[in-house]
């Protein structure tokens, strides 16, 4: 087992599931959603709008993940997962920490066994950079059988530094 933290951009991981942090519409939006729906192209949009007219009619809820084609980006799949929002009043930290069980769970699912995931929530979801990271590497700590890598890809320079500091989580027993 293999977790790495790296600096770049998502959409071009070389691995076989890229990790989008979804709107519960999966229909698109902006940041990692958006760079991941224009890159991957329309084969994604339309596997997204497929699953609303199936099972997801109300859309994904938080925490939970759900697997697209691809389409154009290096993966051959993207797992959905929409991030809670950070609330001072709310533990939502377990919402969190879902979003990274399942999408695991679901990329295992696929027979991967290298997954990319953005730091879910650290965007317009306001969630704490260094606790978000805390709470991923809190999962990657145990992977469910056949992953073999996890890449933490951030897009900047306080980003990453912030997530350097919650690295000593995957070091505890």
Not at 40 to 65: F, N, S, T, W
Not at 134 to 142: K, L
Request: proline share 5%; hydrophobic share 45%; charged share 20%.
């Amino acid at each position: 087992m293999t977790v790495e933290l790296v600096t770049g951009d998502l959409t071009a991981a070389r691995v076989d599931v890229i990790v989008n942090a979804a709107n519960s519409s999966l229909l698109g939006g902006g940041g990692v959603d958006g760079a991941i729906h224009r890159k991957g192209g329309p084969a994604i949009l339309e596997d997204c709008r497929k699953l609303r007219a199936g099972h997801y009619g109300r859309g994904l809820a938080v925490g939970q993940a759900v697997a697209t084609t691809a389409g154009r980006l290096a993966a051959r799949w993207v797992v959905h997962t929409v991030g809670p929002v950070w609330s001072a009043t709310e533990d939502r930290a377990g919402l969190l920490r879902d979003c990274y069980r399942n999408s695991l769970e679901v990329a295992a699912g696929l027979g991967a066994s290298s997954v990319a995931f953005p730091l879910i929530s650290s965007g317009i979801y306001r969630w704490p950079k260094e606790d978000a990271a805390r709470q991923a590497f809190t999962v990657f700590r145990t992977l469910p059988p056949g992953i073999e890598l996890v890449r933490l890809v951030v897009f900047d320079a306080e980003t990453r530094e912030a997530a350097e500091k919650a690295l000593p989580v995957l070091r505890l027993p």
